[in-house]
């Protein structure tokens, strides 16, 4: 019993030193998912295979870049005046431009399978889903060409004045706070379009 509980032991501490680190733990949970694929979905390979498979790319970069959006605008905005100013400058050098690479290109890897989806012929076709694409394009659209120009004025990527940093940082964080007023229409049409149409 002992050398099954030391076994166990190696086991979920070889487990935690792959997932300390962020490529360790994406190619685990890839490798988990082809498992996966080939215990179910095997026999499935083939041209009718891959219009699900992009659906599955679609949700997986969707909610990370909705989970970034909600990132934004229910800790990091609300929570920026609260910080000292000494600390600040951590946040606009370190995690914000990490943040906003993640977030804009998770934007264009939804836009993109999305669209792949789409041509591949598996996505419903019908109102539903058509407000919901169109509303994920308008907020992809302002990700790329707003906030993103605005944003890179406001953390200094550009230099720009005070007065033009500041505008900058209020026209991205109103355009991201429109976002976060589109994703939940867009996100309950995406959800709802194959269940009631």
């Not at 996966?36 to 979905?41: A, P, T």
């Not at 264009?108 to 989806?117: D, H, K, P, R, Y």
């Not at 230099?159 to 209020?170: F, N, P, Q, S």
């Given at each position: 019993?002992?050398?099954?509980?030391?076994?166990?032991?190696?086991?979920?501490?070889?487990?935690?030193?792959?997932?300390?680190?962020?490529?360790?733990?994406?190619?685990?949970?890839?490798?988990?998912?082809?498992?996966?694929?080939?215990?179910?979905?095997?026999?499935?390979?083939?041209?009718?295979?891959?219009?699900?498979?992009?659906?599955?790319?679609?949700?997986?970069?969707?909610?990370?870049?909705?989970?970034?959006?909600?990132?934004?605008?229910?800790?990091?905005?609300?929570?920026?005046?609260?910080?000292?100013?000494?600390?600040?400058?951590?946040?606009?050098?370190?995690?914000?431009?990490?943040?906003?690479?993640?977030?804009?290109?998770?934007?264009?890897?939804?836009?993109?399978?999305?669209?792949?989806?789409?041509?591949?012929?598996?996505?419903?076709?019908?109102?539903?889903?058509?407000?919901?694409?169109?509303?994920?394009?308008?907020?992809?659209?302002?990700?790329?060409?707003?906030?993103?120009?605005?944003?890179?004025?406001?953390?200094?990527?550009?230099?720009?004045?005070?007065?033009?940093?500041?505008k900058a940082a209020r026209t991205a964080m109103l355009t991201?706070?429109?976002?976060?007023?589109?994703?939940?229409?867009?996100?309950?049409?995406?959800?709802?379009?194959?269940?009631?149409?």
């Amino acid at each position: 019993m002992d050398e099954l509980i030391a076994k166990f032991s190696k086991t979920i501490e070889r487990f935690f030193k792959t997932i300390e680190t962020l490529n360790g733990a994406l190619a685990l949970g890839a490798g988990f998912a082809v498992v996966l694929l080939v215990l179910y979905h095997h026999g499935d390979l083939g041209e009718g295979y891959w219009g699900p498979f992009f659906t599955f790319l679609h949700v997986v970069s969707g909610i990370t870049w909705i989970g970034l959006l909600y990132y934004f605008n229910l800790v990091q905005i609300p929570t920026m005046p609260k910080i000292p100013a000494e600390l600040k400058p951590g946040i606009g050098k370190y995690i914000a431009p990490e943040a906003l690479f993640w977030f804009r290109w998770s934007a264009a890897a939804t836009v993109a399978t999305g669209l792949i989806v789409f041509i591949s012929g598996t996505a419903v076709i019908n109102l539903t889903i058509l407000t919901g694409a169109l509303l994920g394009l308008i907020m992809a659209y302002n990700v790329w060409f707003i906030i993103w120009p605005n944003q890179q004025k406001a953390l200094g990527l550009i230099l720009v004045d005070d007065e033009a940093k500041a505008k900058a940082a209020r026209t991205a964080m109103l355009t991201s706070r429109t976002n976060f007023v589109l994703s939940v229409p867009m996100l309950y049409c995406m959800v709802t379009a194959r269940l009631v149409g």
